[in-house]
């Protein structure tokens, strides 16, 4: 089955970058990154349809996140600018076939890396 492993989450100020990255087996039409922080909803952060490189972003997200895809290692990435600390989450890595959206059944997912923005 599809394995995912994300990497890239730490700590840094408001108003720095991240870039997580995100290694996944075998493929899928649609990789995605999901967050959640205590005490809160599980949110989807942004998605990419690999077969065409379109892309879908949370509102809250849109214009400080960027979603990409290197098909040749297999991994998509997050680059993640001007953050905030109600960025702080932890950071999911999830795979669906054939649907792509921030609604769509993610079948697979990873472990989660830590994101933690400082004020």
């Known amino acids: 089955q599809v394995q995912l492993v994300e990497s890239g989450g730490g700590s840094v100020q408001a108003g720095g970058s991240l870039r997580l990255s995100c290694a996944a087996s075998?493929?899928?039409?649609?990789l995605a990154w999901f967050r959640q922080a205590p005490g809160k909803e599980r949110e989807g952060v942004a998605a990419i349809y690999t077969p065409r490189g379109s892309t879908a972003y949370a509102d809250s997200v849109k214009g400080r996140f960027t979603i990409s895809q290197d098909n040749a290692k297999n991994t998509v990435y997050l680059q993640m600018d001007s953050l905030k600390p109600e960025d702080s989450a932890l950071y999911y890595c999830a795979a669906a076939n054939p649907s792509c959206s921030l609604s769509a059944d993610y079948a697979y997912w990873g472990q989660g890396t830590q994101v933690t923005v400082s004020s």
């Open positions: 075998g493929y899928s039409y649609c």
